[in-house]
C-alpha cells in the first residue's frame, strides 16, 4: 500500500468508521432509538390535523368516537388538544435525546479517531516526516477528524430520520389510499437517482477541496515558522502572493463543488411541486366524489409535504458524506499503512547496555540517491568516547539515525552488546541512547519542564546538577524565574547557544549508556565551546560517547577519531597520529585552526 496521505483505495471507509463505534454501540443505539421515535412523532401533526377535521364535520373516526366513548364534537376537540400537547412534549424529549446522544458519541468518535491517527503518526519512521508537508498533515489530525465529527452531529441523523420518514409516512399513506399515494410519490425514485448521481459527481471534486486544505495550511505553517527568513529578505510581498496562490487554488476548487452542489435544490423542488400538485388534483376530484374525506385529503397533503420537502436537503446530507468520505479515505490510508521500521514479533530484552557499539559492513542510501555509506565498519568499546569527522555529507550524521533505528539499513547489522539492533524494540533501543542533536527542539513550557522532559520523576537537585554540568546553571539562576523561566514556542525566548546547552542538560539527564553529542557545541559561544571542552571528559565519564563535531578542536582529546569520506571509514587514530599522517584530518585541522586558506569560498 502507498504511503501517500492521500491514498484512496481504502476499502469502504466509512463501513469501517462505523465499525470504529462498535465501543459506542450502546449511546449510539439510544440515540438512534431517540432520533426514530423523534420523527414518527413529528409525523403526527397531519394526522392529528386530519382527525380534528373529520371530528368537526361530523365524520369522527370511529377509535375516538366509539373507542374513547367521546361523543360530542367539543370533547372530541379537547381530547385532540391535549393529545397534540403530549405529543409535542415527546417530540422535545426525544429530540433533546438524539441530539445529546449524537454529539457525544460524535465527540467520543472523534477523540479516539485523533489519538490512533496520531499514535500511528508517531510510530511512523522519520522519512515519513521528511517526505510529507507539515502542514497537510496537520490539516489530516484536525480538519478532517472534526469533518467526520460533523458529520456524526448532524448528518448520520438525518439519513436516519429521512428512512423513518419514508417508512412511517408511506406506510400510513398507501394504509389510506394506495392510488394516490403511489401519484404522490413518483418523484422520488427521479429524487434519489439524482442525489445519487449528485454524490458521485461531487466526489472527485470534494477531493480536490480537501487537498486544497491541506496545501494552504502547509503554506501558511511554513511561512510562519520562517517569518524571521521572510523579514530578513523582505519577501513579504512574495510570500503573500504564494499564499494568495494556495488560498486561490483552494478557493477555485470550492467553487468548482459549489457550482454543482447549488443546482440540487432547485432542481428537487420542481419536482417535489409536480408531485403536490398531482396529489391536489386527483384528492380533490376524490373528495368531490365522496371517494375520500376532506380531512384524508389535508391528511395527503400535509404527509406528502412532509415527506418530500426533507428531499430538499438530501444535496446537504450527501454533501456532508462525501466530506467525510474523503475525511475517511485519508484517516484510515494513515492508519492501515505501517511504520518501514517495525519491531521485531519476539524483540529481546535490554535493561541497560554496557554499551559497546558496532558498525558491520554498513550501506545505506536515502531512497533513489546515491548511496551515503558504503560498508562501513566500526567498533566502539563500553565507555570509550570515540570523535566523528569528515567533510559535508560524508554519512556522519546518518550514521546517527542509524544507531537509532530511525531508518533501517540496506546492507550489514548494527549492533549494541553484540546484539543487533533490529532485534530490540525500538523503544528499548532507544532508551539507552540520549541525543543531543544540532538542531534543538524545546517545548512550550518551562526551563525545567524542558530539562526534565518527559516528565521523569527527578529531583531539582538532579536537574540543577546536570545544567552545571552542561554549562547552563549560572545562566537560570540570573533569570527572574530561574527553572520556571517559559521558554516559548520552539524555545524562541532562548539563544541558540542557549537552547544547545539545555539540550545537553536534558541529555545528561537521562542517563543513558550511551550518548551522542551530534554537532553538540555548533550553536554555542566560544566561551562556552571551551567550557563544554574542558568539561567533555567528565561529560561523558561512565559512558559510551560518540561525538560528531565540525568543530575539531571538541574532539582533539577523543580516545580516538574515526574520519569518515565516502561513507567509509577513511581515517582512524588520536589526534596527534591523525596530523602527523596527513591526511583528511590533518587537512581539514589546518583550515580550522588557520594554517591554512579554506579552498571554500
Request: hydrophobic share 45%; aromatic share 8%; proline share 3%.
Amino acid at each position: 500500500m502507498s504511503n501517500d496521505l492521500t491514498i484512496q483505495d481504502i476499502e469502504r471507509p466509512m463501513w469501517r468508521l462505523f465499525a470504529y463505534l462498535r465501543p459506542m454501540r450502546g449511546r449510539l443505539g439510544a440515540s438512534v432509538s431517540a432520533s426514530v421515535a423523534n420523527k414518527v412523532l413529528d409525523l403526527a401533526p397531519p394526522i392529528l390535523v386530519a382527525w380534528l377535521i373529520d371530528s368537526v364535520t361530523g365524520h369522527t373516526p370511529h377509535w375516538i368516537k366509539a373507542g374513547l366513548g367521546l361523543g360530542t364534537t367539543m370533547s372530541q376537540i379537547v381530547f385532540l388538544a391535549i393529545l397534540t400537547v403530549v405529543i409535542f412534549g415527546l417530540e422535545s424529549l426525544t429530540q433533546w435525546g438524539y441530539g445529546f446522544g449524537f454529539q457525544n458519541v460524535a465527540q467520543d468518535l472523534q477523540h479516539s479517531l485523533r489519538l490512533d491517527a496520531y499514535s500511528r503518526m508517531q510510530d511512523r519512521e522519520i522519512r515519513f516526516f521528511e517526505e510529507h508537508r507539515l502542514g497537510k498533515t496537520l490539516a489530516m489530525l484536525n480538519d478532517d477528524v472534526n469533518q467526520l465529527e460533523r458529520f456524526f452531529n448532524q448528518a448520520f441523523n438525518d439519513l436516519v430520520q429521512l428512512c423513518v420518514l419514508f417508512l412511517f409516512a408511506g406506510t400510513v399513506l398507501f394504509t389510506i389510499s394506495p392510488s394516490l399515494a403511489a401519484v404522490g410519490l413518483i418523484p422520488v425514485p427521479i429524487i434519489i437517482f439524482g442525489s445519487l448521481r449528485f454524490s458521485k459527481l461531487l466526489e472527485p471534486r470534494y477531493k480536490k477541496v480537501r487537498e486544497g486544505v491541506g496545501e494552504v495550511a502547509s503554506r501558511l505553517e511554513n511561512n510562519i515558522g520562517g517569518i524571521l527568513v521572510i523579514k530578513s529578505f523582505t519577501a513579504e510581498k512574495y510570500e503573500t502572493e504564494r499564499v494568495s496562490e494556495a488560498s486561490e487554488h483552494y478557493r477555485a476548487a470550492n467553487r468548482n463543488a459549489i457550482k454543482l452542489s447549488t443546482i440540487f435544490v432547485p432542481v428537487i423542488r420542481m419536482a417535489i411541486a409536480l408531485g403536490f400538485g398531482a396529489v391536489i388534483v386527483l384528492g380533490g376530484y376524490w373528495v368531490t366524489r365522496g371517494q375520500l374525506s376532506a380531512g384524508e385529503l389535508v391528511l395527503f397533503c400535509m404527509m406528502i409535504q412532509r415527506m418530500l420537502w426533507p428531499l430538499t436537503r438530501l444535496g446537504n446530507t450527501f454533501d456532508e458524506y462525501q466530506r467525510a468520505r474523503a475525511s475517511a479515505v485519508r484517516i484510515f490510508g494513515l492508519l492501515d499503512t505501517p511504520s518501514r521500521v517495525q519491531d521485531p514479533a519476539q524483540p529481546q530484552p535490554l535493561e541497560r547496555a554496557e554499551g559497546a557499539v558496532e558498525f558491520e559492513d554498513v550501506f545505506f542510501k536515502y531512497r533513489d540517491r546515491e548511496p551515503v555509506l558504503n560498508g562501513l565498519s566500526l567498533h566502539v568499546k563500553p565507555g570509550e568516547m570515540i570523535g566523528i569527522a569528515g567533510t559535508t555529507g560524508a554519512g556522519k550524521s546518518t550514521l546517527i539515525k542509524l544507531l537509532l533505528r530511525l531508518y533501517d539499513v540496506n546492507e550489514g547489522a548494527i549492533r549494541i552488546d553484540g546484539i543487533d539492533i533490529r532485534k530490540l524494540a525500538q523503544h528499548d533501543l532507544r532508551r539507552q541512547i540520549a541525543l543531543v542533536s544540532q538542531d534543538v527542539f524545546l517545548f512550550h513550557g518551562t526551563i525545567r519542564e524542558n530539562i526534565a522532559y518527559p516528565g521523569v520523576d527527578v529531583t531539582d537537585e538532579q536537574v540543577i546538577e546536570a545544567s552545571r554540568h552542561a554549562q547552563f546553571h549560572d545562566f537560570v539562576e540570573s533569570l527572574p524565574d530561574g527553572y520556571e523561566t517559559v521558554v516559548g514556542e520552539r524555545g524562541i525566548k532562548l539563544s541558540g547557544g542557549q537552547r544547545q546547552r539545555l539540550s545537553i542538560a536534558r541529555a545528561l539527564l537521562k542517563n543513558a549508556p550511551i550518548l551522542v553529542l551530534d554537532e553538540a557545541t555548533s550553536s554555542v559561544d566560544t566561551e562556552t565551546e571551551r567550557m563544554i571542552q574542558q568539561n567533555l571528559e567528565e561529560l561523558t565519564s561512565g559512558r559510551t560517547a560518540l561525538v560528531i563535531a565540525h568543530r575539531l578542536s571538541t574532539i582533539r582529546k577523543a580516545d580516538r577519531i574515526i574520519v569518515l569520506k565516502d561513507g567509509r571509514v577513511e581515517e582512524e587514530g588520536h589526534h596527534d597520529d591523525l596530523i602527523a599522517k596527513g591526511g583528511t584530518y590533518a587537512d581539514l585541522w589546518a583550515v580550522q585552526s588557520g594554517a591554512i586558506e579554506s579552498p571554500v569560498k
